[in-house]
């Protein structure tokens, strides 16, 4: 009989039944009365959340398209930028902003290690930045970057933007949005929210709002805050038209987790974490990541001598779980494997089970040994 294939990539992620009936709703019109009051409970509800005073904007598009909304609105041409890069996804503003005609300087970390604070605020020093971006968690690496102390530095530099990227971060790993010093948080929906792909969500404090203003005309049509804004403020309002059926699914993933408590939704996910990186420990993998920033979304794992990343990927989807390559010079090294959002307990034993029938089929026997030790974990 054919497996079950489950999806453990580091999204999208697996969507549980109760927010896939609210995709699978009859559509209504944008203008519907019922349809207004969800979209504007679920925008006080992501500031609630996030401890934002700002604003928050909810379009349909994707994480990428968030990033692209993040500069767009609060740098222009000939502005100076810092991109703090710990990854392919870092790597990823670059060419975002110098299309824009954006002067970039990049402090890059080696793959699995982070850029310290230290440097990032000499830096800094040096001349004036416009902004600076910091990616939460990096897919390519798993690595998490300190978005907190980042943000308690960037005190010391009122005139500069601090944009975070989380889109595989959010609702994960810890972000609140004034308590952070964040002035522009971006993320997807398809990640540590469960939702499907299709939404992106951008906070954006006072001090981005007074920068978008400054600006004045941008040449952005569709992302502009200010289109936007008149929509965020009064939901029956139109601009463009809205993902209905995927504002309910978010407003769905968020019932969700106010339902288990945001504070105990973090702490699963670092549980969670720990216990599934001991698990592949005790198979004889190797974790990427400097286990003093590793992420709790996902875990990038470096193969044992003689395992190929091809004949294990193929294997792997044949047991019931499907995990993704490694990015850039880990292409064919390692395997990146999700663990954020609503996956529970027989997502985790599944993949992990998967694996260590993966590895027999391959000639090396840790039948037990993953599962015994991802099980006792999770049951401390």
């Not at 925008?43 to 349909?60: C, I, P, T």
């Not at 110098?98 to 040096?126: F, M, T």
């Not at 709002?209 to 005309?217: P, V």
Request: include cysteine.
């Amino acid at each position: 009989m054919k497996n079950r294939r489950l999806v453990m990539i580091p999204g999208p992620t697996p969507v549980v039944r109760s927010i896939q009936d609210q995709m699978g709703r009859e559509t209504v019109a944008f203008g519907d009365p019922g349809f207004v009051k969800d979209f504007k409970e679920l925008l006080v509800d992501l500031k609630e959340l996030w401890k934002s005073s700002g604003e928050v904007f909810v379009v349909a598009g994707t994480g990428t398209m968030g990033m692209e909304m993040a500069i767009a609105n609060v740098l222009k041409a000939g502005d100076n930028l810092l991109i703090v890069s710990h990854g392919y996804f870092g790597d990823r503003f670059i060419e975002l902003t110098e299309r824009k005609g954006i002067n970039v300087d990049i402090i890059s970390a080696e793959w699995g290690q982070i850029v310290p604070v230290e440097e990032i605020e000499k830096k800094l020093s040096e001349k004036h930045y416009h902004a600076v971006t910091v990616t939460h968690v990096d897919t390519s690496t798993g690595v998490c970057a300190p978005v907190a102390e980042v943000g308690e530095m960037m005190k010391k530099f009122p005139e500069t933007i601090y944009i975070v990227d989380g889109v595989c971060a959010t609702a994960g790993e810890r972000e609140y949005v004034d308590e952070m010093n964040i002035d522009v948080l971006l993320t997807g929906s398809q990640k540590a929210f469960g939702v499907a792909p299709g939404l992106e969500m951008v906070w954006a404090s006072e001090k981005a709002m007074a920068r978008r203003k400054e600006i004045g005309t941008i040449p952005e049509y569709y992302i502009d805050f200010e289109k936007w804004l008149p929509v965020m403020h009064d939901t029956s309002k139109y601009y463009a038209t809205p993902a209905v059926n995927m504002v309910w699914a978010l407003k769905e993933s968020i019932r969700l987790i106010k339902e288990e408590g945001i504070e105990e939704r973090y702490d699963r996910h670092i549980k969670v974490a720990k216990a599934m990186q001991a698990a592949l420990e005790e198979m004889g993998f190797t974790i990427l990541a400097n286990k003093d920033y590793r992420a709790v979304t996902l875990s990038n794992v470096l193969y044992p001598e003689g395992i190929d990343d091809l004949k294990f990927r193929t294997i792997l989807a044949e047991e019931g779980s499907q995990v993704a390559g490694g990015l850039g010079a880990y292409a064919g090294k390692m395997f990146r494997i999700g663990h954020m959002g609503n996956i529970d307990m027989h997502d985790l034993v599944g993949a992990i089970s998967g694996i260590e029938r993966t590895l027999y089929r391959m000639g090396v026997d840790v039948l037990g040994k993953g599962v015994a030790t991802l099980q006792r974990e999770l049951l401390k």
